[in-house]
C-alpha cells in the first residue's frame, strides 16, 4: 500500500523558517516525481514545487521562488522542502503527492498544517 | 500561467441525480486535466486523469470528458458518499494549476 507521511509542521513566525519532510513507503520512491501542494484554510489547492525522480529537474510556483527549496533522499525514502522567510500568506495545509499518469497526483499524504504568525 | 475556472462554484443535489461540474481553461490546454474528490479534513483522491480516464477503483458513475479550453465531469447517479469538494488540475510547461473548486451539497 502506497503510504506518504508529512511531518514538520508547526507555528513559526513571519520571515522565520521551517523543514517539511515527507516519508514514502509501498512503492518504489525513486521512480517517481513527487510533488507538494497547499491548502489554504478552508480554500482551494495549489501547486508549490516538484522534483523529478532523480532531483536533477525542479520547478516551484513563482509565489515561492527563491524562499523554497525541495529536495529528496532516495536512500531514505524522503521527499522534503525548505521553507525560508515564511510570510503569513504561506500559512496552510502542506500535502506531498505523487506524480501518476499524465501528470496527476495519483497519491496524497495526510497533510502537515504551516501557520506563520507572530 | 493557465487559470482554471470551475463552474459552480457550489452544487446543490440530491441522491439519484445525475451532476456536471465545469472547468474553463484561460487558454487551450492539452489532454491533461484530471479531477479529483476532497472531503473535509482529507486529502484528495484523484478520479480522472488525462481527461477522460478513470483512476483504478473509482466507480464507474464517475466520468470525464472535454477537449481545448472546456472540460466536464459528470457523476451519472449521485451517491450518498459523493457529497464533497471537486477540483479540476492541469499541467502545462512545468507549471501545475487548480481550479477554484466545486462544493457539491445535499439539496
Known amino acids: 500500500e502506497v503510504q506518504l507521511v508529512e511531518s514538520g509542521g508547526g507555528l513559526v513566525q513571519p520571515g522565520g523558517s521551517l523543514r517539511l519532510s515527507c516519508a514514502a513507503s509501498g512503492f518504489s520512491f525513486s521512480s517517481y516525481w513527487m510533488h507538494w501542494v497547499r491548502q489554504d484554510p478552508g480554500k482551494g489547492l495549489v501547486w508549490v514545487s516538484r522534483i523529478n525522480s532523480d532531483g536533477s529537474s525542479i520547478s516551484y510556483a513563482d509565489s515561492v521562488k527563491g524562499r523554497f527549496t525541495i529536495s529528496r533522499d532516495n536512500a531514505k525514502n524522503t521527499l522534503y522542502v525548505q521553507m525560508n522567510s515564511l510570510r503569513a500568506e504561506d500559512t496552510a495545509v502542506y500535502f506531498c503527492?505523487?506524480?501518476?499518469?499524465?501528470?496527476?497526483?495519483?497519491?496524497w499524504g495526510q497533510g502537515t498544517l504551516v501557520t506563520v504568525s507572530s | 500561467d493557465i487559470q482554471l475556472t470551475q463552474s459552480p462554484s457550489t452544487l446543490s443535489a440530491s441522491v439519484g441525480d445525475r451532476v456536471t461540474i465545469t472547468c474553463r481553461a484561460s487558454q487551450r490546454i492539452s489532454s491533461w486535466l484530471a479531477w479529483y474528490q476532497q472531503k473535509p479534513g482529507k486529502a484528495p483522491k484523484l478520479l480522472i486523469y488525462r481527461v477522460s480516464s478513470l483512476e483504478s477503483g473509482v466507480p464507474s458513475r464517475f466520468s470525464g470528458s472535454g477537449y481545448g479550453t472546456e472540460f466536464t465531469l459528470t457523476i451519472s447517479s449521485l451517491q450518498p458518499d459523493d457529497f464533497a469538494t471537486y477540483y479540476c488540475q492541469q499541467y502545462n510547461s512545468f507549471s501545475y494549476t487548480f481550479g477554484q473548486g466545486t462544493k457539491l451539497e445535499t439539496k
Open positions: 503527492a505523487r506524480e501518476g499518469s499524465a501528470w496527476s497526483f495519483d497519491s
